[in-house]
């Protein structure tokens, strides 16, 4: 019914009552019509803007349990001859026990020759297939394993991830959707493990200008955050090889230390030295050897900078 007919209708209601309308009353029947369609066409107020510093505060004030959770099959990573919480003293465990020790005495210095981001510890090598994926997942867990820290596993690889490839789970959003804009906050991709006191980042999805992302100012501003948002965290990052890509290259100017995986009997001299040329502004670099055969048994050694497990370790090494 139309707004004209249903002040006619009015009208009509107030002669049958032998009331003759006044203008006032016409007015009162006009706009009582006018009600019902008054009130759908009432538009529906606007929630009001939220500031990027108002956003910010809210994702700060997350608990650390807000963000999403993965779990990782223990029982596989023993397979594989890594390490794990519920072995503790077994070979290869011992053997991380003894790599990461420097690693966290340099993160954790407070004296005047500190180094600035030490905290921030990225693995590579310097080509493929030497178990820096391998070496990087073996850090994290035994580093998790300490009491006064907690990790963060970063999957830097992000031309090759394989992080989340170790650890059979499917790939997530993650360090390159965060950069390129496509995740809000750090925290939405954060993921928790079931391993107490390790959390993973996921390289995202691919991205053509990765390296670019790496170089920038949202980068830099990420791993400000990353770094001095907990005290007690240790951040670990499974980068490229550095003979590879250019990506890890760029990585490691924000870097505290370096570890550089060599595989024994495989990687050369020349491609040793050339990859450590390729990260000398790092103040700190360290070096693994990896995949060393112990003579008297056939296995593989570690000599304290490697894992020494046996076939299945060298076969799954990344």
């Given at each position: 019914?139309?707004?004209?007919?249903?002040?006619?209708q009015?009208?009509?209601?107030?002669?049958?009552?032998?009331?003759e309308?006044?203008?006032?009353?016409?007015?009162?029947?006009?706009?009582r019509?006018?009600?019902?369609?008054?009130?759908?066409?009432?538009?529906?107020?606007?929630?009001?803007?939220?500031s990027e510093?108002?956003?910010?505060a809210?994702?700060?004030?997350?608990?650390?349990?807000?963000?999403?959770?993965v779990?990782?099959?223990?029982a596989?990573?023993?397979?594989?001859?890594?390490?794990?919480p519920d072995?503790?003293?077994?070979?290869i465990?011992?053997?991380y026990?003894?790599?990461?020790?420097?690693?966290l005495?340099n993160?954790?210095d407070?004296?005047e020759?500190?180094i600035?981001?030490?905290?921030?510890?990225?693995?590579?090598?310097?080509?493929p297939?030497?178990?820096?994926?391998?070496?990087?997942?073996n850090?994290?867990v035994?580093?998790?394993?300490?009491?006064d820290?907690?990790?963060?596993?970063?999957?830097?690889?992000?031309s090759?991830?394989?992080?989340f490839?170790?650890?059979?789970?499917?790939p997530?959003?993650?360090?390159?959707?965060?950069?390129?804009?496509?995740?809000?906050?750090l925290?939405?991709?954060?993921?928790?493990?079931?391993?107490?006191?390790?959390?993973?980042?996921p390289?995202?999805m691919?991205?053509?200008?990765?390296?670019?992302?790496?170089?920038?100012?949202?980068?830099?501003?990420?791993?400000?955050?990353?770094?001095?948002r907990?005290?007690?965290?240790?951040?670990?990052?499974?980068?490229?090889?550095?003979?590879?890509?250019?990506e890890?290259r760029?990585?490691?100017?924000?870097?505290?230390?370096?570890?550089?995986?060599?595989?024994?009997?495989r990687?050369?001299?020349?491609?040793?030295k050339?990859?450590?040329?390729t990260i000398?502004s790092?103040?700190?670099?360290?070096?693994?050897?990896?995949?060393?055969r112990?003579?008297?048994?056939g296995?593989?050694?570690?000599?304290?900078?490697?894992?020494?497990?046996?076939?299945?370790?060298?076969?799954?090494?990344a």
């Amino acid at each position: 019914m139309s707004l004209i007919e249903r002040a006619a209708q009015r009208l009509d209601q107030l002669k049958q009552a032998s009331a003759e309308p006044s203008d006032e009353a016409l007015q009162q029947a006009v706009a009582r019509a006018a009600e019902p369609a008054a009130a759908k066409a009432a538009p529906v107020p606007e929630p009001a803007p939220v500031s990027e510093a108002q956003s910010q505060a809210a994702a700060a004030s997350l608990p650390a349990h807000a963000s999403r959770g993965v779990y990782i099959d223990l029982a596989m990573l023993e397979a594989k001859g890594m390490v794990t919480p519920d072995r503790p003293r077994s070979a290869i465990a011992e053997e991380y026990r003894v790599i990461k020790r420097p690693l966290l005495r340099n993160a954790t210095d407070t004296s005047e020759a500190r180094i600035e981001n030490a905290n921030l510890i990225m693995i590579t090598s310097a080509m493929p297939g030497e178990g820096k994926t391998f070496s990087a997942i073996n850090l994290a867990v035994s580093m998790a394993m300490e009491l006064d820290y907690t990790v963060l596993l970063v999957d830097a690889d992000v031309s090759r991830p394989s992080v989340f490839r170790q650890l059979g789970l499917p790939p997530e959003r993650g360090l390159m959707d965060v950069l390129a804009g496509d995740a809000t906050d750090l925290g939405d991709v954060l993921l928790r493990t079931n391993i107490e006191k390790l959390s993973i980042l996921p390289a995202g999805m691919p991205h053509a200008r990765a390296t670019e992302l790496l170089a920038s100012e949202n980068m830099n501003r990420l791993l400000k955050q990353m770094a001095t948002r907990y005290s007690d965290r240790i951040i670990i990052f499974d980068s490229p090889p550095l003979l590879v890509t250019t990506e890890s290259r760029v990585l490691a100017t924000h870097m505290g230390q370096v570890v550089v995986v060599v595989e024994a009997e495989r990687t050369t001299h020349a491609s040793i030295k050339q990859a450590l040329a390729t990260i000398e502004s790092c103040p700190i670099k360290l070096m693994m050897l990896n995949k060393a055969r112990r003579q008297s048994h056939g296995s593989y050694y570690g000599y304290g900078y490697g894992y020494g497990y046996g076939e299945t370790a060298r076969e799954n090494a990344a």
